[in-house]
Structure formats: structure tokens, C-alpha cells
């Protein structure tokens, strides 16, 4: 899809990646969410630790779900977040057509 933004068409993308967006967050966060990540693989390691075979294999199963049940939900807030995104673009595109400058 083509868009017009100060005259100069362009396709989405191209703005997109041209526009230089900043991403929400920062190191400190960002170091916080690894330090998490590695508590809950000892955490689990832990727990896998004391379980039987049987329990183990419940276990297992029980994780896989989970894991897929989360990548299942990352990929609908993003396509929720791109739609969004992609009908906000379109709007400041369609009003900045209209605008004088």
C-alpha cells in the first residue's frame, strides 16, 4: 500500500522504518526483565528436581501448553497492537493531507 506524507508517496513500511520511532522502556527494565527470566528457569529447575517420573511427564506436558498458550497470545496482542497502529497511521496520514502547511 502507498501512502502520501508531505506530498512524497512512499509505501507503509518504508515510513514506518523511516520515521525513527523511539520503543517504550529502558536498560534498567529491560536488565529487571532478564534477572526475572533467570529466576524462574532456577525456579523451574527447582521444581523439576523433586518431582517423580510420572509427575514429571504431567509436569512436562502441563509446560508445553503453557509455552504454546503464550506464544499464542504474544502473536494476537501484536496483531491487535499492529492493526492499531496501522489505523492510527492511516489517520495521521489522511489528515495531514488535508492540512496547510
Not at 522504518?17 to 532456577?42: M, T
Not at 512436562?60 to 491487535?80: A, N, P, T
Request: aromatic letters at 10%.
Amino acid at each position: 500500500t502507498v501512502v502520501s506524507f508531505r506530498g512524497k508517496k512512499m509505501l507503509i513500511l518504508e515510513f514506518l522504518f523511516n520515521a525513527q520511532l523511539e520503543l517504550p522502556g529502558s536498560w534498567k527494565a529491560e536488565i529487571q526483565y532478564g534477572k526475572d527470566v533467570e529466576i524462574v528457569r532456577q525456579l523451574k529447575k527447582k521444581i523439576e528436581a523433586g518431582l517423580s517420573e510420572e509427575q514429571r511427564l504431567l509436569w512436562d506436558e502441563y509446560s508445553s501448553k503453557g509455552v504454546q498458550l503464550h506464544h499464542l497470545e504474544c502473536w494476537k496482542d501484536f496483531e491487535r497492537g499492529f492493526v492499531l497502529g496501522m489505523k492510527l497511521l492511516m489517520e495521521v496520514v489522511e489528515r495531514s493531507e488535508h492540512m496547510e502547511y
